[in-house]
């Protein structure tokens, strides 16, 4: 009898362990690029902080652009040019400057958050 419980219990298992594979495998391709929980915290300020406040602190202000901190942010949002320069856009300088593009991924984050209305969240 304890044997065939453990025969089950594989059978089981192997079922459970290759569904959830499968069901894995179409989330991965459906969700290569993972937009669903966009937050300026948790999302937006870090890629901010890790491409362009070396430049575009309050203290740095390169340009004349500070994109520290949710408001300054936001500036450049409305005025377009935050999406302008990270899809290196004609007419603007493209950004980060003297660097690769960011990664199209990265830049879907912070269009999503821009679709949003760039919350402060
Ligand atoms: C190595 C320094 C450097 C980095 C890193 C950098 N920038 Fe810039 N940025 C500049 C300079 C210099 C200017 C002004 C000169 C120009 O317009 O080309 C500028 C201008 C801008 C402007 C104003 C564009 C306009 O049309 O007025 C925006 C917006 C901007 N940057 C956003 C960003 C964003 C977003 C990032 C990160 C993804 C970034 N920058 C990274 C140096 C940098």
């Not at 937009?35 to 890790?50: E, G, K």
């Not at 491409?51 to 390169?62: D, E, M, Q, R, V």
């Not at 320069?85 to 830049?107: D, N, S």
Request: glycine share 8%; proline share 5%; hydrophobic share 40%.
């Amino acid at each position: 009898m304890k044997k065939i419980w453990i025969l089950c219990l594989g059978i089981a298992l192997t079922a459970v362990s290759s569904c959830y594979y499968d069901v894995e495998e179409e989330l991965y391709l459906d969700t290569a690029c993972d937009t669903l929980d966009v937050t300026f915290s948790a999302v937006v300020q870090p890629i901010i902080a890790d491409n362009c406040l070396n430049c575009h602190s309050s203290a740095a202000n390169f340009g004349g652009v500070t994109l520290e901190g949710h408001n300054n942010l936001k500036t450049y949002v409305e005025n377009g040019k935050l999406l302008g320069v990270i899809r290196h856009e004609t007419g603007f300088p493209p950004m980060p400057q003297g660097a690769p593009q960011l990664v199209e991924c990265t830049i879907q984050k912070i269009e999503k958050w821009v679709q949003e209305g760039a919350p402060n969240n």
